[in-house]
Every structure is written in structure tokens, then in C-alpha cells.
């Protein structure tokens, strides 16, 4: 038989989160959902009736508790059953969702991650990677404010903004015959008419500062041309168009791309004499399959994870260790659970959306997409984001029992 799990212990926001996506799940599977628990730990009820209570290391927080058990799940599940586990934040959105157990391979099969090894160092290694990336923003951002006063072009909800806005620009000059209506009143009310601003696709434009503002009044957006001289004159920075970048006198660039590092490859080569390439497409641990041939890998993530709880070097993840795990058993091209059953939604990516008309999209409604599963794993709950809002839709049609 086929059965879904879920794993979770001690904290509301992730006990709700986990009940919330039992409910839709419920409501699309014909199979099985078992939830494992620490019910000692947990701090509101599970909405479900198929709990397994086991209990985890008194030593352990509740983050190390959820990944005990989830790395030592077969230990705790009938044998006889393939099995998918999913984390709390993956919703399913239709009736498809069982056809993932067809995708089953040997010992366990996975969905690929958004990023690649070296773009996931950053987050699985105590080093200083990401705090440095921060750094570089907020010295970036300090210089902007010497002119614009308050300022953040670097926060991910303005960088958002600012990427949808210039899209809009790019699309309306691209089609000047379909946008002719629109164009014309951009242009009328930013160079013809006295207006001290104006609004254009939700964003404000003043024109005293020549800078665009979204609703909670924050700059998103400012005419480079405009305030050129005077960000290389007072603030010493200057973008540079071709290589796409901004840049400061001493020649500093400053590009902002996600922080990407080695320090997780080489650690996993020299504790374990496992090279991964870093450039390698590693696995996403939100969902997997399994079976009792599971057992050998399932136990060797296990040891390797809870081993590595003790060292300060590494961050209390399992991702790290199951890339370690596929390396070790020779796993690493085998193939992934297809994208549909773990999207991992980002928000920072304009180009996943939904659109009530459209569906979904993952390249900006240039074709559309079909996913099954939702892995929101950050912005939960964010009533302005429109992968949310298609959650929010689909739950009006939801059986709540």
C-alpha cells in the first residue's frame, strides 16, 4: 500500500502549518497520512487521527527532534508499504497527487532543489558567507541613503517590486501597439500634465524626486539617468550597464547574487573523502519516497545527521548529510521525482506566479505550469503574494473533515 507522512514536533507556527496541509492533502489523496510526533514536545493539538507518538532525546531542541525523526522514519512506520514523506509546507493542490508513488526508484528517490551545492553551502555551513553577501548589501544600501535618505533596494520585497515594475516597462515597449492606451497616459501624466505624482500599475511615482514608491511609502525604484552624477559625486558609486553591475571608485563591485561558497564540499571531502562537484543539481529533502529497501541509506542519513548535531561547524540540517548519503551510495544521477510533485515556490522569483485565469507559471506566463505539490518554504500565510492567494482560492473548496 501506498502511505504519506508527515513529521513534526514542538512549535505552533509549524504544527499549524502541518494541520493546514494535512487538510488539503485529506481532501486530494485516497491514500493513507500518518503524522510522527513527539506529543511531549508539541505545544497545540494535531488535527489528525493518525498520530504515531515516539519519543525523541530529551536532550534534543525540537528543530533536532523533527530531523531525528525524520531521518530515522522507516524505524518507525510498518514495514511492507511505500512510503512519500513530505514536509509540513508542501501543500497539494489537486487529485494528482497520489501519481507520485509511480516515480518510486530504488533505494529512495527525491525532487531536485532550486539551487545547486555551492548556492546551498552558505545555508548548511557556519561560516561566514551569507553575513558577508549582508554585509556587501548594507554598505550598498548606506551609500544610497547619503542621497534618498531611508532606503533598501536590496530587501526581498522591494527587490520583488522593483523586478516586476521594470518587467512592466520592458513588456509595454516591446508591444507599443497593444499598450498604445497605457503608454500614452504614462507619458501624458509623467511630461504633460502638472501632477506633483501619479499612480502607474499600483506603484506611486513623485516627481519632485523622480522616484517610485509602493503602497507602505518605500523607494523601490529611482531615474538612474537623473541621480547619475550625483551617486558617483556623493555617494562614489556608479552602475555599469555593461557588465550589469554596480561598481565603486576603487573598482568594488557590487552585484548582489544569491551567496554561493565551497565550504560544504570541502568540508564533506575532507571528514568524509566524499568530492561532490559544486556546481552539482543536489536533492530537495521536502519530499522523498521509500520502501523497505530504504533501509541501508535511510540509516547511514540517519548517523551521519544526528553525528553531525554536535559539530558547531555545521548548521542543524539534514540536506548536507542526504547530499553526503547520494554521493556514498553512488546515487547521484539517478533520476528526480519530477518538479510538479516539490515546486519550490520562490518569492523573490517574479517568474513563479498564478493568475486565477492563467493558472500557474514558472517563466512569467510565457507557457504555463501544473504542479500537484506547493513547497512554500518561506512567505507562508503572505496574503499579497499570489501563489498564496491561489492557496487561499483552492481552500474555499476544501472539506475541512
Known sequence: MNKFVFVVCGGKEHIEELNFSIKFLRHYSKNEII???????????????????????????????????????????PKGHKYCYLDGDIVAINSEVDKIFGYFSSPIACAADHCVMNEFSPHAMNCTCVEENLKEEDIFNQKLCELFGKINLTNPHIKKQTEELLSIFVRYRRNPIRYLFKNTKYLIQRYVLPLESFVFNNYRFQKKNKCWYNSNKEIILFDYPYYEKKLWGIAGIRFNKEGNFWENKEGKKYEFKSPACNHLTEYLKIEYGIKIPEDWQHWNGGVFLFDDSSAEFLNYWHEQTIKEFSNP???????????????????????????????????????????????????????????????????????????????KELEKNICIF
Open 313 to 391: 561547524y555545521t548548521k542543524t540540517r539534514d540536506q548536507g548529510t542526504l547530499a553526503l548519503s547520494v554521493w556514498k551510495f553512488g546515487l547521484q544521477n539517478q533520476p528526480n521525482i519530477p518538479q510538479e510533485f516539490n515546486w519550490i515556490t520562490e518569492y523573490a522569483n517574479n517568474d513563479i506566479a498564478w493568475d486565477i485565469s492563467k493558472g500557474y507559471t514558472k517563466d512569467g506566463f510565457k507557457t504555463s505550469f501544473y504542479p500537484n505539490f506547493l513547497h512554500i518554504y518561506h512567505e507562508w500565510g503572505n496574503e499579497k503574494w499570489s501563489i498564496w492567494k491561489s492557496v
Open 35 to 77: 503524522v510522527l510526533t513527539d506529543y511531549e514536545r508539541n505545544e497545540i493539538p494535531i488535527e489528525h487521527d493518525n498520530v504515531i507518538d515516539i519519543k525523541t532525546p530529551k536532550d534534543f531542541n525540537n528543530h533536532q527532534s523533527s530531523i531525528f525523526l525524520k531521518t530515522s522514519i522507516n524505524k518507525h512506520l
